[in-house]
């Protein structure tokens, strides 16, 4: 097995269940541990600009990426070509990536030089800032590839890189897909995956607790007492 | 199970809904819900409480959880009240609330530590074969290993040792001490027996026991007031809180209830729901301020005078332009006011002189016995003067009219209280008077009797009444034309005069003074004041004091319910006194013990007497006899010391041991031979008290033990002179001290000693300032890990410390630390000490016929030639003890044969113990083998408990009866009725773990515990005719010692604080820039009982989590100060470095410091001294007060805590300057050769 075979090949589906497994087990057995460890009260300053931008950034890129691969690509063609497809792309990924890049500029920065913030920093703490900021700086790279190709109308790469994720989704992961595409696009994919292998060892858990349900909350909630836990 | 895959089941949770949707019922997992119920679940729970100086006595419930403390919260289980009074609970406050943490904190003291350099050293000569004395002797020997390790102390270094190993080193270090120079040259110092009385006896009792010194605390902490021993004889005696409640008017004064009395700050604003007036004095927005009615802000040190402003408008009112029938009764039977006093011709001046006596009279007026100590009233009945009972002349040498029943010789009578009616004359008197550019006397014109003495001397009398109206500026048709209004403000002691000096308006201080004596009037005396450390803490706190006082008596107030003073600072009764001083002092097996007063001691051993400004000239009266002028307060020191007023320790400049060996190889045989030779020696100059050439190397303390104490961090006032001297450590002293050259009794050493102390000890759960500068420490169990006794004057109630967990990591409580000291002393004492023979020098002794030592005030000097020097009447008396060193530790652990033999005593009053020593055996056992055998066993802490509790009249009615049946002979009065009830109660430990237990009635009191009042101090005096422990038996207006009047506080006169010039030299560095001089006030604070708490993360976090002090807005603002700033306060003393909190709280010339933050937590260096920026004393000093000195003399008599110099602190001024962030140095350095050289600041050369 080549490196390029285990990283797009093995490599997404060790991610994916350490991600998978390891948020399970962590919510099972750490409760305590499930936050977002926020250090706000420590230190407040520029935190609107810094965290909403990060926030905002990273959730668009995030869906971004969802609907971009993994709709079929003929509903994508329905609503638009390729090429625009790829555009849409390139200046949805920009905005949110720029947005992201500067909340993560400054939310890292604040974590090394805040001492405050410093003091109560743990090396996952610091090292999964520093992960997104990477991950997304090699995002915003590949921009200057994908909108060389889009300006040739070339959407190869593209069409590569949307195939071997639903390759990947489907369970019948093909490496080959993307053989050829761009080397920016490839460290970019892994660490992208990377940030899925340590997520449930870091903050980031905190994602999965997002709490939708407070939109349809009931005003009272009765629990009864008489619960039967199997 | 799963939390997961319930939440799979999210979509499913629903069981029903209601109210139209928006209720919704779920059977989701609640086992997220036991998280909060495991918070508050524990395995048990016990009681406890914190043996911390607060006076609070809080019954805690302590929670236990997997082995560990996990939290405590407040009993509530307090026996009743009274009917109609609100309960005492809830007790307790923020601080007690959050002791737990310290258990398992970065503080707390987890092994025995030890100076490494130290360990090193000792380790190295044992390794070469010497003994653990030997090896001892070797370091102390060799100035350069001593100096390694002494010099070093503050810096850190220390290293982890075992109990064996440090406890050799501190017995070989005691052995070595007693041998080459003397037993007295070993002290120890802890504060405050109630707080936890077993452990308090812990280390006196070995100390005592072996013959070293212990230190007393109340009055070096300037908690003592002198006034109290003055005026009533007594120490302290206070009402309980739950008294406040039934007083109808309060004046609170430096006392900050809320903040310092919290547990009991309920009752004052419950007092205001019964009707009662509350005034208050604070100089600042003091947190007590918002529930007065009436805030009058006295300008600090002043109080004095805003007491003589309303004492002159009451006394006007209620005595001279009517006499209230209350007032004038009270005054007659209870108070000095009728005492006659002889008018001395002095110059061309007349002035009050001693008090006339029987013995002036022909025939001694009949009475045989002491007249020499009997006060003379004149009857108005009789028309004759008369010898009232009750004078101190009745309590010795006879029974049964030592009382206040208004007798003389069993007939009744009627004090004369003035002879204005009846006079012979009208003479000029003159006062001293202190207050600035108003002259310094007072002419006053005084009705006067004429009469002719035994002696053949015709003079004036007048009645103490007569010569206080005088001098509180009342007119009274005489002709001086003195004040005819209040608002004359040049007649000193009017509300106008009182205003110009404090601040407060004349309105104000004549209406609270009118209110205060009319409410006083209509109720019985049910007008109180709350007062406590922050008028206290002053040079003339005395004159504060009395200043109170006198508004008191003159209103009847003292030992009323819901009357009289209430001063709550640091005394913290000991209910069980009497059944604690023997064990603590170790009075079963030897007596006397040394005690010693700790002002003059560090006055004196940490050199503070050579920096001493404040001139006693200045002091002096106008009108003294001055036979002393010239001489420096140290001076009075040693001369009171010569004459057997004070102690002191060590006695002289000679081991006493070899004095004793000597003297029977000169032929004594005897204790009175032993004293001859002593007596000898000192007349012949070959012997010396040690305190006339105090820094010699032979009179050093050598070993110190500190327990239960901060006292580097706290209490030290004049901190940074302890670090030089004492320790021999780097210290900030900012001044060579020079001025001690001066002194006429003390000998000069051009240069002076510094690191006096061979080893220091500190015994702590925690390791502060104080085991910082150590150098070892022990660690100690903390309050919820030991066996222990807390009792409070602020609640009738006794309580226990108790187990709830067993002393965490290696430590040990003090009683069994203690004990392992003793262990190991006797052994090594079998090779190196055996049995000696001890001289203990005592002085006339409080409460004993001792006091009757030297009559009528007259100060009588062998030094001087003024008399021979006779042990026991013009020089302290030298008392023989055999010491068997080798049994110090059978001693300590057995109740003693000398509670059989002599019995116990307190106040004067002796019983026998033979029925408690035996119920003791059977209870706690007794010892199998050795010189204790078959004695009660003290081994363990519950024993000492038990032991304590049994031998005490509080806490076992039959010893109440005894020691009341021993009061009914002297008093000739029954007061059986006082214990009745009581008479077969045995309170037991295990009871007080059960619920706390009102204690019963006892004579070392003067309250009573009842069914119908609270408890009150001088009920007793008042209700039962006791009288109070004074020359006249009754309350004092006026002292007539020779000391007394030298410095013109025979009547109480308003003295403004004193110029302690320390801030005149502005450093350097400071010159150029804006700087203030603020008063330095260092009052008690929120977040911590001294310094305990103040460093815990918990209190730290409620305010700004390091040292701070408080400036005013205005203050600030001309020196460009914001808030949270850092600031620097210096003076010659030192420095101490802070974040400044500006505030509109505080009045301008003031600095707030709250006692006590250390220099434990976030403090920097000083930029001025370039040593750690100091604490709260950094930029103090103590100056001792020649008054405080007087003995030998009915009241005025030494005991220990009860008489003696105190540690003032509150006449400082400090610089003020600010510092950038930029500049403050954290001093994180290394240890270089060069720095450890350097211990002064720089241009310091002593």
Redesign the interface.
């Known amino acids: 097995m080549t490196l390029h075979n285990f990283i797009f090949g093995a490599y997404p589906y060790l991610a994916g269940t350490i991600f998978i497994l390891g948020s399970?087990i962590r919510?099972?057995r750490e409760?305590y541990t499930w936050k977002a460890d926020s250090s706000q009260l420590l230190s407040n300053k520029n935190m609107r600009m810094a965290s909403n931008l990060f926030h905002v950034g990273i959730l668009g890129i995030f869906f971004g990426h969802m609907f971009g691969m993994l709709l079929p690509h003929a509903w994508w063609q329905m609503i638009a070509t390729d090429v625009q497809h790829q555009w849409i792309a390139i200046y949805a990924g920009g905005v949110f990536g720029i947005m992201c890049l500067i909340g993560a500029i400054m939310l890292f920065w604040r974590r090394i030089s805040n001492p405050r913030v410093k003091a109560v920093s743990r090396t996952r703490d610091t090292f999964i800032i520093g992960w997104l900021l990477v991950t997304v700086t090699l995002g915003l790279s590949t921009i200057f590839v994908s909108s060389g190709h889009a300006a040739h109308g070339d959407v190869s790469s593209m069409i590569a890189l949307t195939e071997w994720v639903k390759s990947v989704a489907t369970l019948s992961v093909n490496p080959n897909l993307i053989q050829d595409v761009s080397l920016i696009f490839k460290i970019h994919i892994f660490f992208g995956m990377t940030v899925f292998l340590v997520f449930p060892f870091t903050r980031l858990v905190h994602v999965w607790s997002i709490p939708l349900?407070y939109i349809t909350r009931?005003?009272?909630?009765?629990?009864?007492k008489?619960?039967?836990?199997? | 199970m799963s939390h997961f895959l319930d939440r799979l089941k999210y979509f499913n949770r629903i069981k029903s809904t209601f109210s139209k949707g928006h209720g919704i019922v779920t059977n989701e997992d609640r086992q997220w819900e036991d998280t909060y119920r495991n918070r508050w679940r524990h395995d048990k729970m016990v009681r406890s409480t914190h043996g911390v100086n607060c006076t609070g006595g809080c019954s805690w419930k302590i929670f236990v959880k997997n082995g560990l403390v996990a939290y405590e919260m407040q009993q509530t289980d307090y026996p009743r009240t009274r009917d109609d009074l609100p309960n005492h609970e809830p007790r307790g406050c923020q601080r007690g609330a959050s002791f737990s943490w310290y258990l398992y904190s970065p503080h707390r003291v987890k092994y025995p530590l030890i100076r490494g350099r130290l360990l090193d050293l000792y380790r190295t000569e044992r390794k070469n074969g010497k003994d653990p004395v030997e090896a001892w002797a070797a370091i102390q020997a060799d100035s350069k290993k001593r100096e390694s390790y002494v010099g070093v102390r503050g810096l850190g270094g220390f290293v982890r040792s075992t109990w064996d190993e440090v406890v050799e080193m501190i017995a070989a270090a005691n052995v070595y001490t007693i041998k080459k120079w003397g037993p007295d040259r070993i002290y120890g110092f802890s504060p405050i027996p109630a707080m936890s009385m077993i452990s308090y006896a812990a280390g006196s009792r070995y100390l005592s026991l072996i013959g070293a010194g212990v230190g007393s605390f109340y009055d070096w902490y300037c908690d003592l007031p002198p006034a109290s021993p003055q005026v009533w004889g007594e120490q302290t005696d206070v009402p309980e809180s739950a008294d406040w409640y039934n007083s109808k008017y309060i004046i609170v004064c430096g006392a900050n209830l809320p903040m310092t009395r919290t547990p009991d700050a309920h009752f004052a604003i419950e007092s205001r729901y019964n009707g009662t007036k509350v005034v208050s004095m604070a100089p600042d927005y003091a947190e007590y301020v918002k529930f007065a009615d009436l805030w009058m802000p006295v300008k600090q040190g002043t109080d004095a005078a805003a007491f003589m402003g309303m004492g002159h408008v009451a006394l006007k009112e209620f005595h001279v332009q009517k006499q209230d029938p209350y007032f004038t009764e009270y005054a007659r039977k209870y108070t000095d006011f009728p005492m006659q006093v002889i008018l001395n011709q002095q110059d061309d001046k007349l002035v009050s002189g001693r008090f006339l006596r029987a013995s002036d009279f022909d025939n001694n007026m009949g009475e045989s016995n002491n007249p020499e100590w009997k006060t003379v009233v004149y009857d108005s009945k009789t028309k004759a003067f008369v010898v009232p009972n009750g004078s101190v002349g009745f309590r010795w040498g006879e029974e049964g009219k030592w009382n206040l029943l208004e007798q003389a010789n069993s007939n009744d009578i009627e004090a004369e209280l003035s002879c204005i009616d009846d006079k012979d004359e009208i003479v000029d008197v003159t006062f001293p008077h202190f207050t600035p550019e108003e002259g310094d006397s007072l002419v006053r014109k005084i009705p006067v009797r004429k009469l002719t003495l035994a002696s053949g001397d015709t003079v004036y009398v007048t009645s103490v009444f007569d010569l206080q109206v005088a001098q509180y500026g009342i007119d009274r048709g005489l002709g001086d034309n003195l004040a005819t209004s209040y608002d004359d403000e040049t007649v000193p002691y009017t509300p106008a005069w009182a205003a110009k000096i404090t601040g407060v308006p004349t309105a104000d201080i004549e209406r609270t003074g009118r209110e205060f004596a009319d409410n006083a009037s209509k109720t019985k005396g049910k007008s109180m004041v709350i007062l406590g450390a922050a008028i206290n803490h002053w040079y003339h706190n005395d004159m504060n004091y009395r200043g109170i006082m006198n508004l008191l008596h003159i209103c009847g107030c003292v030992g009323q319910s819901g009357g009289g003073w209430a001063h709550y600072v640091g005394q913290e009764k000991l209910r069980p006194q009497a059944g604690w001083a023997p064990i603590a002092f170790g009075l079963d097996w030897h007596r006397p013990p040394r005690q010693m007063a700790s002002t003059t001691y560090w006055y004196f051993h940490t050199d503070q007497w050579r920096y001493e400004r404040v001139e006693a000239d200045d002091l002096l009266a106008s009108t003294a006899k001055g036979r002393y002028k010239g001489y420096q307060l140290a001076d009075y020191n040693v001369a009171a010391q010569r004459m057997g007023w004070t102690p002191s320790m060590p006695h002289f400049d000679k081991n006493p041991i070899e004095i004793v060996k000597e003297a029977e190889k000169a032929g004594a045989t005897d204790e009175a031979g032993v004293s001859k030779y002593l007596v000898e020696k000192l007349k012949s100059g070959d012997i010396n008290f040690a305190y006339e050439d105090i820094d010699a190397e032979e009179n050093h303390p050598r070993n110190l033990f500190v327990w239960r104490a901060n006292l580097i961090g706290s209490s030290a006032k004049g901190h940074e002179y302890f670090l030089k001297h004492l320790l021999g450590a780097q210290n900030g002293v900012m001044s060579e001290g020079v001025e001690g050259e001066a002194c006429k009794e003390v000998k000069w050493h051009e240069k002076s000693p510094t690191g006096k102390l061979d080893l220091m000890v500190d015994i702590n759960f925690r390791l502060n300032s104080t085991g910082a500068y150590s150098d070892i420490v022990l660690p100690t169990a903390t309050w919820y890990e030991k066996a222990d006794l807390n009792t409070t004057d602020m609640h009738p109630f006794i309580h226990p410390l108790s187990k709830a967990v067993d002393p965490a990591w290696e430590s040990r409580s003090d009683w069994q630390i203690f004990q392992t000291i003793a262990k190991k002393f006797s052994e090594l004492s079998e090779k190196h000490l055996g049995t000696q023979k001890d001289v203990v020098s005592l002085p006339m002794q409080h409460d004993t016929p001792m006091a009757l030592a030297q009559p009528f005030g007259e100060v009588k000097d062998w030094k001087k030639g003024d008399c021979e020097p006779i042990p026991g009447k013009t020089a302290p008396i030298f008392k023989v003890v055999e010491r068997d060193f080798p049994n110090t530790y059978a001693k300590y652990i057995a109740l003693g044969p000398l509670m059989k033999k002599l019995g116990n005593n307190i106040k004067g009053l002796d019983w026998n113990t033979d029925h408690e020593i035996e119920q003791l055996a059977s209870l706690n056992g007794v010892i199998k083998e050795g010189i204790s055998k078959g004695m009660p066993s003290l081994a363990e802490d519950i024993h000492v408990c038990d032991a304590v509790m049994r031998m005490a009249p509080e806490t076992n009615g039959e010893v109440a009866h005894k020691s009341w049946s021993a009061q009914t002979k002297k008093t000739g009065i029954d007061h059986s009725h006082l214990y009745e009830g009581r008479h077969e109660e045995k309170i037991t430990y295990h009871d007080i773990v059960a619920q706390p237990r009102k204690i019963i009635t006892a004579p070392t009191w003067s309250g009573i515990e009842s069914e119908k009042v609270s408890y009150n101090a001088c009920y007793t005096n008042i209700h039962e005719h006791i009288p109070l422990r004074t020359l006249t038996g009754r309350a004092q207006f006026y002292l007539d010692h020779e000391w007394m009047l030298d410095f013109g506080e025979g009547l109480c006169a308003f003295k403004p604080p004193v110029d302690l010039q320390t801030h005149k030299n502005v450093p350097a560095n400071i010159k150029d820039k804006p700087y203030l001089v603020l008063n330095w006030i260092t009052p008690h604070s929120k977040w911590g009982i001294h310094s305990t708490y103040q460093d815990s993360n918990r209190m730290l976090t409620l305010f700004r989590g390091g040292p701070y002090f408080w400036v005013s807005e205005e203050d600030a603002k001309s020196i460009g100060l914001k808030d949270n700033d850092w600031v620097e306060a210096v003076n010659d003393n030192g420095a101490t470095v802070a974040r400044v909190v500006v505030s509109q709280r505080v009045p301008n010339g003031m600095a707030i410091m709250y006692h006590a933050q250390e220099k434990n937590v976030n403090v920097p260096g000083s930029n001025t001294t370039g040593k750690r920026g100091g604490i709260l004393n950094s930029v103090t000093r103590t100056v001792i007060k020649p008054t405080h000195m007087i003995g030998g003399y009915a009241q005025l008599s030494y005991a220990f805590n009860y008489y003696g110099t105190v540690g003032s602190n509150r006449d400082e001024h400090v610089i003020v300057h600010k510092i950038e962030d930029k500049d403050i140095d954290w001093l994180e350095r290394p240890l270089t050769p060069e720095r450890e050289g350097k211990k002064n600041p720089s241009g310091i050369n002593n």
């Open positions: 399970w919510f099972d409760q349900s009931p005003y009272q909630i009765v629990r009864t008489h619960v039967r836990m199997n």
